[in-house]
C-alpha cells in the first residue's frame, strides 16, 4: 500500500543521529561536561548580529503583505540582484539575477539539479569520496545511478586516475564538494583546472556536456589564506549549489540557490529544467522574509575565530599525539585516520570506553577514517584531549 | 540531455500568472486604478500583529544558534505539541505532536503523500473538479495517474454517483479540498459522512483502505456561522495537509504540516513513508524561526471581516447584475457561471474590452466558469462593478 523506498527512507536510522541521542543519554547519566560530542555537523557560532537586527527590523518596519507574500519561484528580484552583485564583486564571473534560482537551502537544490538532468536510469552521476551520505538519496531519486570515485587518501584531492575510468557516455554530472565534508579539504585550483580539462576531453569524446555540481555550503569556512576556487571561472558547464546555512549559521532557515550561468551548455534547457523540478517537488519559492534578511546580509562573511582556534588546537593536539589526517582547510570538519585501520571499531570503543563520539568515514565511503565536527565548544575539546590520547594509546 | 517533463513544467506558461502580468502591464497605460485584477489568490490582508512581534522578539532575545539551528525533519516538538493541543481545543481528534510532520507550506506536503501512496504507474489518485490545476503536477511526480471526478455545477458539493463510478481497486485516495479553490464551497458535514460510507464501503470491497487527502489550506477562512468540519473525525483513513498560507497570512514563508492520527490505517507505514519521501524531495526541516512563530501563535485566527466585506458586495452585485455562482461560503474565491457558458471567451473580452481579469474555469476542470481571488481592496471591487453589468448586458 505504501512506497517501500520511502518507508526505508523514513525508517532508515542514521547513525550520525544516533550518535548524536547516545551522547544526550550518557550526559544524563556522567554529566554533559563527560560527553564529547564531535557527532554533528551543526553551526555552534551565532549568525552574525546583522541577520538578527534584519529580520526584526524588517518584522517591525516593512509592509506585512509584502514581507509575508509570495515571490516568484526563483525569489525576489532585487535579492538575486544583490546575491549576483556580490558573486560579480568577489569573482570574475558576470553573474546575472537571472542565472539564479533561490531555494529552500542547499538539499532541495541539489534533488532539482539530478531531476532536471536524469532522464534514463542508465544516467551516471559521480560523487568523489569521501562525500555527504544524502548524495546517494539525492541522485538516485529519479532512477539515475550514482557512481563512486574511490578517495584519495594521500591529499582527499581527487583520484583523477579512478575519475578517467568510470566517466563514460552515461556520465551526467561530476559532483564536486569543496570544502569538503567530511575531509575539510579545499580542492585545490590546480585539481579543479585538471577536471575541467578531463571533463571538456570527455565531453567531446562522447558528444555532450559532463557537467560539475559543485555543492558549496562550506564555501565561506575557510582558514588562513587558502582560496576557494570558484569553479564557474574555471569550467563553464559549472551548476553551483550554495546555502547560507553555514556561512551565516542559518541551517535552519533553509535558504540557498542554484546558479547556472548563460556560459553553461545548453544554459536555456539546464535552468528551466531545474525550475521545473522545483515546481514538481512543491518548492513554491524560498521562505521570503528569510530572503529579504539574504539580501541585506549577503555581504557579510561569518567570524570564523571561533572554528579557527578549535581546529589548530585539535589538529596540533592530534598530530602530536601521533593521529594522521589531510590538512583541514575548510568547512568544520576533520577526517582522521583510524590508529588501526577499523574506524567503526574505534568510534564504537571511544564511546564505550570515553563517551567520545566520532562518526566512521564508511558512511561516507571511505572507510578507516573517522569524522570530527569541531563545531562545538573548545572547552569540550580541551576536555576530550586525554580520551584521544588514551584511545591512541589503546592500539600501541 | 534534460528532462523534457521537467523543462516542460519550467517553461508552461501559467493562464494565471500571464494574466497578472498584463494587468501589471496595462496598469502603466491606463492607470492602476481602471484595472480591476481578480487573478491572483495572495492573501491582501496582513499577518496577525502577534506574528511580526513574535518575529522581531525572536530575532532580538531569543539564543541565536537554537533559533536557526537544523530542527528535527518532523519540527520542533514543541511546536507540534503547541498544533496538537490547538487542534484538540477545537475539534474531538485526540491529536498527539508524533502524528505531526511539519513542512515547507502545504505543496511539498502534498507531494510527500503522493510519493508516499504511490508505488505502481496503476496508481490512482482522485480529484474532484473544479480543483487546482497544481494537483496534475503533484499526484502524477512518480507516475500514479490523476482521475478526475466532474463538478457537480448545481451545488458544487460532490458528485457521487460519478465518484463512485471512478473508483477502482487502483485507487489510493481521493483528495478533498474545502473551503474550495475555485469555488469557494465549504463541503458539508452530509457530503463528507457520505463520502467516508462510500470510501469505506468501497475499501471492504478492493481489500485495502482509500484515503482522504484533505487539502486545507482554506479551513480557517469561512464566512458567518458555517462550518469546517475536520474531517479525521469523520473519516480515520485521512491524511491532512495544511498551511498557515492564507491564515495566518504567511504564504511567501512556507509553512504547514502533515496530520495522521493513529486511528488510520497502516498508520505506522503511512506516517513513515511521508517522512521518507519528505527526505528525498530534501525537505531537511521547515524554517525554523517560522516554526518558533506557529508555536507561538497557533491560536491567532485571521481578522476576516476585509474579506467579508468583499465577498458580499461582489456577490449581492453581482447576483443582483444576473451573474449566477454558488454560495461562496469560504476561502477567498468566487465561481461565477460565464453569461453565454464559454468562460475563454468571456475573459478574453473582459481583459481587452475593461481591463477586467478573471480566470476562466477551465484549467480548473470546470469549463463555463470562471474565478474571482477577492483578496483584493474593496475599493477595486467598487470600480469595477460597471464593467461586469457591461459585460453581462453585453450577452443579452
Redesign the interface.
Known amino acids: 500500500?505504501?512506497?517501500?523506498?520511502?518507508?526505508?527512507?523514513?525508517?532508515?536510522p542514521s547513525g550520525i543521529r544516533a550518535l548524536f541521542a547516545y551522547g544526550l543519554e550518557q550526559a544524563k547519566i556522567v554529566g554533559p561536561e563527560n560527553v564529547f560530542d564531535y557527532s554533528l555537523g551543526?553551526?555552534?557560532?551565532?549568525?552574525p548580529a546583522k541577520?538578527?537586527?534584519a529580520?526584526?527590523d524588517?518584522?517591525?518596519n516593512y509592509?506585512?503583505?509584502k514581507?509575508?507574500?509570495?515571490?516568484v519561484a526563483a525569489g525576489h528580484e532585487d535579492v538575486r540582484q544583490a546575491i549576483a552583485d556580490n558573486l560579480n564583486e568577489r569573482f570574475d564571473v558576470n553573474a546575472k539575477a537571472s542565472e539564479l534560482f533561490m531555494t529552500?537551502?542547499c538539499?532541495?537544490?541539489?534533488?532539482?539539479v539530478a531531476?532536471?538532468?536524469?532522464?534514463s536510469t542508465d544516467d551516471e552521476f559521480i560523487a568523489i569520496a569521501p562525500f555527504f551520505p544524502e548524495y546517494h538519496?539525492?541522485f538516485t531519486?529519479?532512477g539515475a545511478q550514482l557512481k563512486v570515485v574511490p578517495a584519495d587518501t594521500e591529499h582527499f584531492q581527487i583520484n583523477f586516475a579512478e575519475l578517467e575510468k568510470i566517466i563514460t557516455k552515461n556520465t551526467?554530472a561530476v559532483i564536486v564538494n569543496s570544502p569538503n565534508n567530511p575531509s575539510g579539504v579545499v580542492y585545490t585550483e590546480e585539481t579543479l583546472t585538471k577536471m575541467a580539462a578531463l571533463l571538456t576531453e570527455k565531453g567531446k569524446e562522447f558528444g555532450?556536456?559532463i557537467y560539475i555540481i559543485a555543492d558549496e555550503p562550506y564555501r565561506e569556512l575557510v582558514y588562513g589564506d587558502v582560496k576557494v576556487p570558484f569553479i564557474p571561472t574555471i569550467y563553464d558547464n559549472t551548476i553551483v549549489c550554495y546555502s547560507w546555512s553555514k556561512s551565516l549559521?542559518?541551517?535552519?532557515?533553509?535558504i540557498g540557490y542554484v546558479f547556472v550561468g548563460e556560459k553553461c551548455e545548453?544554459w536555456d534547457?539546464?535552468?528551466?529544467?531545474?525550475?521545473?523540478?522545483a515546481?514538481?517537488?512543491?518548492?513554491?519559492?524560498?521562505?521570503?522574509?528569510?530572503?529579504k534578511v539574504i539580501g541585506r546580509c549577503v555581504g557579510e562573511m561569518p567570524n570564523l575565530e571561533a572554528y579557527d582556534e578549535n581546529r589548530q588546537l585539535l589538529f596540533n593536539s592530534l598530530s602530536e599525539m601521533g593521529y594522521e589526517m589531510a590538512k583541514p582547510d575548510g568547512a568544520f570538519y576533520m577526517f582522521v585516520k583510524a590508529p588501526n585501520g577499523d574506524a567503526v571499531a574505534f568510534s564504537e570503543k571511544a564511546k564505550l570506553e570515553h563517551n567520545l563520539l566520532v562518526v566512521p568515514g564508511d558512511g561516507f565511503e571511505c572507510p578507516g577514517y573517522f569524522r570530527l565536527s569541531y563545531c562545538v565548544s573548545n572547552d569540550m575539546i580541551k576536555r576530550s584531549l586525554p580520551a584521544f590520547k588514551a584511545m591512541i594509546e589503546s592500539y600501541k
Open positions: 500500500m505504501v512506497n517501500q523506498k520511502y518507508y526505508g527512507l523514513g525508517t532508515a551543526n553551526p555552534s557560532i551565532p549568525a541577520v538578527n537586527e529580520i526584526a524588517l518584522a517591525q509592509d506585512s503583505i514581507l509575508h507574500g509570495y515571490s529552500c537551502g538539499a532541495p537544490a541539489l534533488v532539482s531531476k532536471a538532468l536524469t532522464t538519496v539525492f531519486c529519479d551526467k555532450h556536456p549559521s542559518l541551517p535552519g532557515e533553509r545548453m534547457e539546464v535552468f528551466n529544467s531545474i525550475v521545473g523540478a515546481r514538481e517537488i512543491g518548492s513554491v519559492c524560498p521562505p521570503t522574509l528569510i530572503q
